[in-house]
């Protein structure tokens, strides 16, 4: 039997039009950008793993930091160029599990949690846990259009970043000049706080968030410059100190986060029975 084909219904004369070709759309430089610094900070948690198997911890934990960076970098770009994308989110979550849930908890398995095997396995494994559990919230929260606009003010849970950053405060102190031992007997304490910090990222413990933060007041600027000079030469001098500094300060914050977001549930309540209150029963 002859096969069928579709030329032989067209009229004697006329030709099969050409295949139409598949055309891409072209992609903008301002959406490619921000994705480029969120594939760096990729690579820099990946290397950061790389350096703990070889033994480099002090450099490992200047690709953490790095990778924090850019991190805090890749949205703020995003936004200024008007390059959002959904796939950005999507990219820029799974960097951050990868950078800030599984990259700091190998390196500190890797320096002293192993001293005591599965018990430090298991803090590692709760680490990077929480860390995608706080992604996961935090990806279903910006859809949510009834959140109050202050809101924005807060993260609910410690962010990623600035978990992985204070996990390794036990490290930050052993590279110190403060030289803070490591080894079995010490290990028991760094898996205590290492869970702890999970804790705070699964939370819903509010934290301060720093993306407001844009404008300073004219007559601050002068402070602020001087500030932010001091800090990075102490940070080039002196870096594994001023981290642990860091790190206790923010986690000196988190109390007055607490009060500061209570204050604004309070103020909503309040308004929400005053507009009760003037309806007609």
Not at 96 to 118: C, Q, R, T
Not at 144 to 165: E, I, K, L, S, Y
Not at 202 to 222: C, L, N, Q, T
Not at 240 to 256: D, Q, R, S, W
Request: glycine content about 6%.
């Amino acid at each position: 039997m002859d096969q069928y084909s579709p030329r032989d219904a067209l009229p004697d004369g006329v030709e099969q039009p050409a295949p139409r070709r598949r055309r891409f759309r072209a992609v903008p430089v301002r959406v490619i950008l921000p994705n480029l610094v969120t594939l760096l900070a990729l690579c820099m948690g990946l290397t950061a793993i790389r350096f703990a198997i070889e033994g480099r911890f002090q450099t490992a934990v200047y690709a953490i930091v790095a990778a924090a960076i850019l991190d805090g970098l890749d949205g703020r770009i995003a936004r200024a160029l008007k390059g959002t994308s959904r796939f950005g989110a999507e990219l820029d979550s799974l960097a951050d599990f990868v950078d800030f849930g599984v990259a700091p908890a190998l390196i500190l398995y890797m320096w002293n949690l192993h001293e005591i095997k599965s018990l430090g396995w298991f803090a590692a494994l709760v680490f990077a846990t929480a860390a995608a559990l706080r992604l996961a919230r935090f990806n279903t929260m910006i859809d949510d259009p009834d959140r109050p606009a202050w809101t924005a003010n807060f993260f609910v849970g410690m962010p990623a970043p600035a978990g992985a950053c204070l996990a390794l405060l036990p490290l930050y102190l052993n590279l110190s000049e403060l030289n803070v031992p490591a080894g079995k007997a010490y290990a028991p304490w760094h898996i205590a706080f290492l869970l702890f910090i999970a804790f705070l990222m699964a939370s819903r413990i509010p934290h301060f968030s720093g993306k407001k933060v844009g404008r300073v007041p004219r007559e601050y600027v002068v402070f602020v410059l001087f500030g932010v000079a001091a800090v990075l030469l102490l940070l080039a001098t002196y870096p594994m100190e001023m981290l642990a500094v860091l790190c206790i300060l923010y986690l000196a914050l988190i109390p007055l986060s607490v009060r500061s977001h209570n204050r604004f549930v309070a103020q909503d309540e309040a308004a929400a029975k005053a507009t009760e209150a003037a309806l007609p029963s």
